[in-house]
């Protein structure tokens, strides 16, 4: 009985301060957003409560359309370039191929430099390099082709993660289904579609959600490759709601923006759940 | 029977696959380069650009430190990530430890991993603004500040590890020390937390790799402070940078290199810690 006192006591004590925490840092700042999306600060100075105004506003804000429409369009494109390509990397390095644990190490170096840095080097890249090879001005500096070169630059990275991924995956097929398959005359693409793909359907759904997410919330890579431009095309939300609630004095109007920003990931990861669970039943 | 296995190798994967290594080293080799030239040898043709340098002078590199004040921020970093990584090993264990033990049986524990782990969903843009306006409020607008959101930021990932990595370690371990008069505090650091490294090797790879890169949580709470991690001060001097590119391309490869030799020094453990943080 003393133990037992003991046991849960501590069991309490290691997990109240830690809680506590966890609300300061999540919680409490969640709520504040929340409140102030209700008012017209601007981030200093005082400020009236203005009921659902930023929210009514928000929906008819062309920037903010824009910075969805693009920030969609972008994760839509970079997910599945990214997938694809990190599926037939994965695919690669996983057969019975030479020098296979160093070409897999150097595959994964993208991923463990910094996003802001890369952007730089890219920056320079689709600056002078590209142009200087094709005639052509930057793409950087299109606003119908900036989004592109974003999507190049996050995917360069994303598929280093993906293909590890998909990798580890492809390393839980046993050996006995491909013979198995091979005596029923699979080979090739029917192969890959009817035994290897359904068989790692848990990590594609993994890697689906953690780049998907991960695109959504793009910033780096905008603040290092065009800042939002040309004209405003390449403003992802989360880049708006940093430039115009740090500084352009809508604190009140980009916290609307950032709770509804909150939804739509949340409603995100919750329909990529339940589609994955569901998929991953019928097996 | 040595013949017979090479001759199993793929070739043409192989070589596929080497090739495709260009779009990986290229963007590597073009910094290198351009940072160990001098400005007179970038003349505007591809070529100008891309050869490989007259001579292998440090002249860029030592004045890219001095502007970027280079020491300064790599000591930044190495402090916020180093503490952020102990800590988060201390904490997140700990807290993985409590709940796990009990989030089967009571339902207060079940409640604190679902609160804590649905922060998961939460993105950092919403938290951002609040966030600026409480650390200044509370005076810790600073490194400290930067390092308790770490720690928030990255607990739901880091308990669902441990608190999963806990199941495969049987309660009877624990019943063995009480019988030898342990308390479970003691029994905690001396028998659990030592069992559980394989995951605080997979903790601290990835939270060391997330915060080191980690660029917007620096640039909006120490912004005010005058402090730079090196991947902020990148951002930081690029108005000094100019059109120096060499300059720039030194002080890049120099934010680029210490996550490099890590890299090559513990390739296996971070590529383990990678995917074993992702895909439990």
């Given at each position: 009985m003393k133990y037992s006192n003991d046991r849960q006591r501590t069991f309490m004590l290691m997990t109240i301060p830690v809680v506590l925490l966890f609300f300061a840092f999540n919680t409490l700042p969640l709520i504040k957003g929340f409140i102030y999306s209700f008012t017209n600060f601007k981030g200093y100075g005082t400020y009236d409560w203005v009921g659902f105004r930023n929210y009514i506003d928000l929906f008819q804000d062309a920037r903010v359309g824009k910075s969805y429409l693009f920030t969609l369009k972008m994760a839509v494109l970079a997910t599945i370039v990214t997938n694809v390509v990190s599926l037939i990397l994965a695919l690669g390095l996983n057969s019975?191929?030479?020098f296979k644990s160093a070409l897999r190490g150097m595959y994964f170096i993208p991923n463990i430099l910094g996003a802001l840095v890369v952007g730089y080097i890219f920056n320079y890249f689709f600056t002078y390099i590209l142009p200087s090879l094709f005639n052509t001005t930057s793409i950087l500096a299109s606003t119908t082709w900036a989004w592109v070169g974003i999507v190049v630059v996050c995917a360069w990275q994303a598929i280093a993660m993906n293909t590890i991924i998909y990798i580890s995956g492809l390393s839980t097929v046993p050996e006995e289904v491909y013979e198995a398959g091979s005596i029923d005359g699979a080979t090739g693409w029917s192969k890959f579609k009817n035994l290897t793909f359904p068989l790692i359907i848990p990590f594609f759904s993994i890697n689906m959600v953690l780049s998907g997410k991960n695109f959504l919330m793009v910033f780096d890579q905008i603040m290092a490759l065009t800042k939002g431009g040309p004209a405003q095309s390449t403003e992802s939300i989360s880049f708006l709601i940093y430039n115009n609630g740090m500084a352009g004095g809508q604190f009140g109007f980009q916290s609307a923006n950032a709770v509804v920003f909150f939804i739509v990931i949340v409603a995100f990861s919750v329909a990529q759940l339940r589609f994955t669970s569901s998929k991953e039943e019928q097996l | 029977m040595n013949v017979k296995v090479k001759e199993r190798y793929n070739w043409p994967v192989t070589i596929l696959l080497i090739l495709g290594l260009i779009t990986v080293i290229f963007p590597l080799y073009m910094t290198i380069v351009i940072a160990f030239k001098q400005p007179s040898e970038m003349t505007n043709s591809i070529a100008g650009i891309l050869s490989l340098p007259k001579s292998w002078s440090l002249s860029n590199f030592s004045e890219a430190m001095r502007v970027t004040d280079f020491w300064r921020s790599l000591r930044n970093s190495l402090l916020i990530t180093g503490v952020t990584v102990v800590l988060s090993i201390l904490l997140h264990s700990m807290v993985g430890y409590a709940i796990g033990r009990n989030k089967a049986k009571k339902k207060w524990y079940n409640l604190a991993y679902l609160y804590i782990v649905s922060g998961m969903f939460v993105p950092f843009a919403i938290l951002m603004m609040p966030l600026v306006k409480q650390t200044a409020q509370w005076g810790i607008a600073n490194i400290i500040g930067v390092i308790l959101c770490y720690l928030v930021f990255y607990m739901p990932m880091n308990l669902m590890l441990y608190s999963g990595y806990l199941v495969?370690?049987?309660?009877a371990l624990e019943e063995a020390a009480r019988v030898d008069g342990a308390t479970t505090w003691t029994t905690y650091w001396k028998i659990i937390f030592p069992i559980m490294s394989p995951m605080h090797a997979t903790v601290a790879v990835i939270t060391a790799l997330s915060v080191w890169n980690d660029v917007m949580t620096p640039l909006v709470?120490?912004?005010?402070?005058g402090l730079n991690t090196l991947p902020l001060a990148q951002m930081s001097f690029q108005t000094q940078f100019g059109t120096n590119y060499n300059l720039a391309f030194a002080s890049y490869l120099l934010a680029l290199l210490p996550l490099l030799i890590f890299y090559i020094i513990c390739q296996k453990q971070i590529l383990n810690g990678v995917v074993n943080g992702a895909v439990k």
């Open positions: 019975k191929i030479r | 495969n370690i049987p309660v709470i120490m912004s005010g402070s």
